[in-house]
């Protein structure tokens, strides 16, 4: 099946030789040579905060601009590679000084501040697994991560601990606390039960070493939805950033001189391994915008730090196009020449408008949080085909395949899968093996994804292969929001599924029947929107909610979320011979 026919010139000539030559690089790959380019620890090991930020100070280039931040507020803040290596040596030795041992989990529940970044590779140094949290989660997300994962340490907020004040009492294993009141922006003292970062960090000495961990311990943990039951904690190691490393090169295209913008959240995987490793590994200079999307603003950054290689996602891209082609005219994007896009199907027309409004196609690209990095992409040095994630890196060998692992030919769709392993393969979902195994079958990571392989070798997105809903790019499992529905007192059933949506491509929405003595009335259904959205967090709730008599169940009793979607949708309903009858 061919989708679109239309092709892109490359947009700009690469100059690693390599690449432009994508077969033969394919058949010569070998991850060595990469490993090669990488700085290993003196007793072999090797750490994702040492290949982001040690290593350039080490070689002298300690003096070079590392971050740009601009807060929501407008305050501004830089800081050279050495002030990050500093910075992140005080907070692991703050970890060390609170009797914290490698192999615990420290979780990061913080805006966007520069704090979090020296959090995250200051507990990398020291050995701990970091695992960041979106910021704009309420309490029953946040709780069930920490649970799931007995963190002893959370770095945090004022304003965002009081959010989950009620979480504490159940997390036994929880232990410390340090809460970082970014410019006195909260006028509470911290609690006298919390930590202060400042003071934690002043305390802490400015030199920390040996650092001593291997490729194989564990790095970062991301939770991701699934179809039933909680989010699972996707686990990878400090081999990752091999991969890191490489996508940043050939993925993104970024050298020495860029000034690098990844517009993600570091509480999703784009926005560590993206937002945080790749680029720093890399050795550019990243912009690091706290505040949220405007059109306008983003435009701004674009133009004020003269970015010239920009990572962002299909949904914002389509509210830019909504705000009109004309904006971007009215700003100097001259210093622009590489923009990239992930997370959803990037639209063929979104593809197209940027040639029209920013002077260059976005590359779409495709990986997810298993898989820790890209995987597959459209690059600098290639042909773009509008509409397709386009072709695997070197060294990643995915395949279209059946439920038995048989591959499938050209043209023909089937399950996106990937011949296992590769450098940033995730390694586990923490304390639920059984679940991580069913992700394998003959040497195959079954990524969930439907697609196709062109005739060229570009991949296709079809759609999920299972329930998981995809709003502006965040992954949303039905089970999740659902539960959170379940615990309203008027709520007996819920049944939670993906809306399309020309903006967002899908929006939550859910169906619920209510318990006896309950009548539905649109005051009901306010009250339930803002239940959900003060448990979960706006980007996980529902936009919409149904009040209906019952929901349409099999024998055993499972809800069918697929046929209530074919009903929202006017579809066929399909095979209905599991349905319970009323
Ligand atoms: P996550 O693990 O939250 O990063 O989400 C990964 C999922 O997002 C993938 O399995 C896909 O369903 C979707 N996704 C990511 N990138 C793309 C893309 N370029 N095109 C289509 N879907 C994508």
């Known amino acids: 099946m061919q989708k679109h026919q239309t092709i892109m010139k490359p947009t700009s000539a690469k100059d690693d030789p390599n690449l432009s030559d994508y077969q033969n690089t394919r058949e010569s790959f070998d991850w060595s040579d990469v490993e090669k380019e990488l700085d290993w620890l003196?007793?072999?090991?090797?750490?994702?905060?040492?290949?982001?930020?040690?290593?350039?100070?080490?070689?002298?280039?300690?003096?070079?601009?590392?971050?740009?931040?601009?807060?929501?507020?407008?305050?501004?803040?830089?800081?050279?590679?050495?002030?990050?290596?500093?910075?992140?040596?005080?907070?692991?030795?703050?970890l060390l000084n609170l009797g914290v041992k490698k192999g615990e989990r420290v979780f990061t529940f913080m805006e966007r501040i520069p704090e979090i970044y020296f959090a995250v590779f200051g507990t990398l140094k020291m050995g701990g697994v970091i695992g960041p949290l979106f910021s704009a989660f309420g309490p029953d997300p946040v709780k069930d991560r920490?649970?799931?994962?007995?963190?002893?340490?959370?770095?945090?907020?004022?304003?965002?601990?009081?959010?989950?004040?009620?979480?504490?009492?159940?997390?036994p294993n929880l232990k410390h606390i340090i809460v970082v009141n970014k410019n006195g922006r909260s006028s509470e003292p911290v609690p006298p039960n919390n930590l202060d970062y400042y003071k934690l960090m002043s305390d802490a000495s400015e030199e920390f070493g040996p650092i001593a961990t291997t490729r194989d311990d564990y790095s970062i943990m991301h939770y991701t939805s699934g179809t039933t039951g909680k989010p699972k904690g996707a686990v990878h190691r400090h081999n990752a950033v091999i991969q890191h490393y490489l996508t940043g090169k050939w993925c993104l295209d970024l050298h020495e001189n860029d000034i690098y913008w990844c517009t993600a959240d570091p509480g999703w995987v784009t926005g560590t391994s993206y937002g945080m490793s790749a680029p720093w590994t890399n050795g550019v200079t990243q912009v690091i915008?706290?505040?949220?999307?405007?059109?306008?603003?983003?435009?701004?950054?674009?133009?004020?730090?003269?970015?010239?290689?920009?990572?962002?996602?299909p949904t914002a891209i389509r509210m830019l196009m909504k705000s009109g082609k004309e904006l971007p005219q009215s700003f100097d994007l001259s210093n622009l020449r590489f923009s990239a896009s992930v997370g959803e199907p990037l639209n063929p027309e979104a593809v197209e408008w940027g040639v029209d409004a920013i002077g260059m196609p976005f590359h779409d690209n495709w990986w997810q949080t298993e898989t820790g990095a890209i995987m597959i992409a459209n690059y600098a040095s290639a042909e773009i085909k509008p509409g397709s994630m386009g072709k695997p890196l070197p060294g990643i060998f995915p395949g279209i395949i059946d439920a038995e692992g048989n591959e499938k030919?050209?043209?023909?769709?089937?399950?996106l899968a990937v011949k296992t392993?590769?450098?940033?393969?995730?390694?586990?979902?923490?304390?639920?093996?059984?679940?991580?195994?069913?992700?394998?079958?003959?040497?195959?990571?079954?990524?969930?994804?439907?697609?196709?392989?062109?005739?060229?070798?570009?991949?296709?997105?079809?759609?999920?292969?299972?329930?998981?809903?995809?709003?502006?790019?965040?992954?949303?499992?039905?089970?999740?929001?659902?539960?959170?529905?379940?615990?309203?007192?008027?709520?007996?059933?819920?049944?939670v599924i993906g809306k399309p949506d020309p903006i967002a491509m899908e929006v939550v929405k859910a169906f619920v029947s209510l318990k006896e003595g309950y009548e539905p009335s649109t005051e009901l259904q306010r009250e339930l929107m803002g239940f959900a959205r003060q448990k979960l967090a706006a980007a996980v709730a529902p936009r919409e909610i149904e009040i209906i008599d019952s929901l349409p169940k099999t024998r055993s009793g499972k809800i069918m979320r697929r046929l209530l979607k074919a009903r929202e949708l006017g579809l066929p309903e399909g095979d209905t011979s599991t349905l319970e009858e009323d």
């Not at 929501?72 to 030795?93: H, L, P, V, W």
């Not at 050209?410 to 399950?415: F, I, S, V, Y």
């Not at 992954?475 to 819920?494: M, R």
């Open 421 to 495: 392993p590769w450098p940033s393969m995730f390694q586990d979902y923490w304390e639920q093996r059984e679940r991580y195994d069913s992700r394998f079958v003959a040497g195959w990571y079954l990524t969930g994804d439907e697609a196709y392989r062109d005739s060229d070798g570009y991949y296709w997105f079809i759609g999920r292969s299972d329930d998981v809903i995809n709003t502006a790019g965040h992954l949303v499992g039905p089970f999740e929001v659902e539960s959170a529905l379940i615990e309203h007192p008027a709520v007996a059933e819920a049944g």
């Open 146 to 171: 920490l649970e799931n994962s007995g963190a002893s340490v959370l770095v945090t907020q004022p304003e965002l601990l009081k959010k989950i004040e009620s979480i504490f009492p159940s997390l």
């Open 289 to 313: 915008y706290e505040g949220g999307f405007n059109a306008r603003k983003w435009y701004q950054i674009l133009q004020d730090y003269k970015v010239s290689v920009w990572y962002t996602a």
């Open 42 to 94: 003196p007793n072999g090991g090797l750490n994702l905060a040492y290949e982001a930020i040690d290593r350039h100070v080490a070689k002298g280039n300690g003096e070079k601009l590392a971050m740009i931040w601009e807060g929501k507020n407008g305050e501004k803040e830089t800081y050279s590679y050495d002030q990050m290596r500093i910075e992140t040596n005080k907070f692991a030795n703050s």
């Open 409 to 415: 030919s050209d043209g023909e769709e089937g399950n």
